[in-house]
């Protein structure tokens, strides 16, 4: 896919609180807040015919529920730290995660560097305000229950052109993988610390996965200090080229396909993508001799019309959808519920307002939300 369009899909953030005119403020590091609009607290309910037909399918389905990666699959939802105050309580946000059934969830969080030719990054606050912010929230999310997985991504804070974080050409690449070895360290240390289960090492990171000898590097290090579940996030047209998917826990895949190309899709047609797409990824894992589970470490869907043709590309502004959105939910639900090489999911993402008139990518009081808990909660 393009690149920018790939990478921009994220810049949605920006307008949960300060209008889309201002979408391009938040890669200035602005402050972005979830608002409720009076919308309650905890699991939204709808009407029956939501869920029903999704509860009929699994009910119907009976016991391959008990094959899929022996009950062991992680039922999990994406959260991003986006609010640039380290004093910003996350803990209403994920307490309502674990109210929808959840047992994991992946505290996503932004490390920058200046654009794509760039050595070095740095985070959006200081180390300590970021240690800060992070422990708190994973007791918060401890304390409710939920597994942790820690999930950093890498932003450019003046792209040039379509650079993304699947573009990047460090001027030196010596020192980018000093940089950034030094700060997975201090993120498995904190996990570590914490007592998180998961870190993910790396995410779409596309250009360059083909070093292999300093990824390998890397990941023996953070096991010398993290004993948790160490993944590697994979861009969903990329995952064949990563050559170190056997010193991982976990094939992670950020799973952001094109489902159709009709604004009007029907559940079948986006049935039809997931089965090929699906059979794409396990027969490729059979040819590599992988015996990895599959993460989906992100699927979204923006609460907007077409979303099921262009998951990916958070620029597009269309009429709100909360039907479509949750129609691609149902049939990812539908494609890997009870398969045995499942190891799981992280929907994204969270963070956003709970009104049906949110054009981003949260399932906050949205139908999706719904779907989310009948599945996660069967």
């Not at 001799?289 to 699927?299: A, K, N, R, S, Y």
Request: aromatic fraction near 14%; glycine fraction near 10%; charged fraction near 25%.
């Amino acid at each position: 896919m393009p690149p920018v369009s790939r990478w921009g899909r994220r810049r949605w953030a920006a307008g949960l609180t300060v209008g889309l005119a201002l979408v391009g403020l938040w890669f200035l590091r602005s402050r972005p807040w979830p608002k409720d609009h009076g919308a309650p607290w905890g699991p939204w309910t709808f009407d029956p015919s939501v869920t029903e037909p999704l509860r009929e399918f699994l009910q119907a389905e009976g016991d391959r529920e008990t094959t899929q990666a022996g009950q062991g699959w992680r039922r999990g939802v994406a959260l991003g730290l986006h609010s640039r105050d380290v004093d910003y309580d996350y803990g209403r946000l994920i307490n309502e995660i674990a109210a929808h059934e959840a047992d994991w969830i992946a505290l996503v969080f932004n490390v920058f560097q200046r654009d794509g030719s760039a050595s070095t990054m740095a985070p959006a606050m200081t180390l300590a305000e970021e240690e800060r912010l992070l422990g708190r929230s994973i007791g918060q999310a401890r304390r409710a229950g939920l597994r942790v997985l820690l999930f950093p991504l890498v932003l450019l804070d003046r792209p040039r052109g379509e650079e993304w974080r699947g573009s990047l050409a460090p001027d030196d690449l010596d020192r980018w993988f000093g940089a950034y070895t030094i700060h997975t360290l201090r993120w498995a240390g904190l996990a570590r610390r914490t007592g998180a289960e998961g870190l993910c090492i790396g995410s779409e990171l596309s250009s360059l996965e083909r070093h292999e000898a300093r990824w390998r590097e890397l990941i023996e290090a953070a096991r010398r200090v993290f004993d948790g579940e160490i993944l590697y996030s994979a861009n969903w047209d990329h995952y064949r080229a990563v050559p170190f998917w056997d010193a991982l826990d976990a094939v992670g895949l950020a799973g952001y396909y094109e489902l159709s190309r009709t604004p009007e899709p029907t559940l079948e047609d986006l049935l039809e993508t997931w089965a090929l797409e699906r059979e794409a990824i396990l027969d490729w894992r059979a040819s590599v001799g992988l015996d990895l589970p599959v993460v989906f470490t992100e699927i979204g869907y923006a609460n907007q019309d077409g979303t099921n043709m262009y998951p990916w590309d958070y620029t597009r502004r269309a009429p709100p959808d909360p039907a479509e959105q949750a129609l691609c939910y149902d049939a990812f639900i539908r494609t890997w519920h009870g398969r045995p090489e499942f190891g799981g999911v992280f929907f994204y993402n969270w963070f956003g307002r709970a009104d049906l008139n949110d054009p981003g990518y949260s399932p906050r009081g949205k139908p999706a939300a719904a779907l989310i808990r009948l599945w996660f909660g069967y």
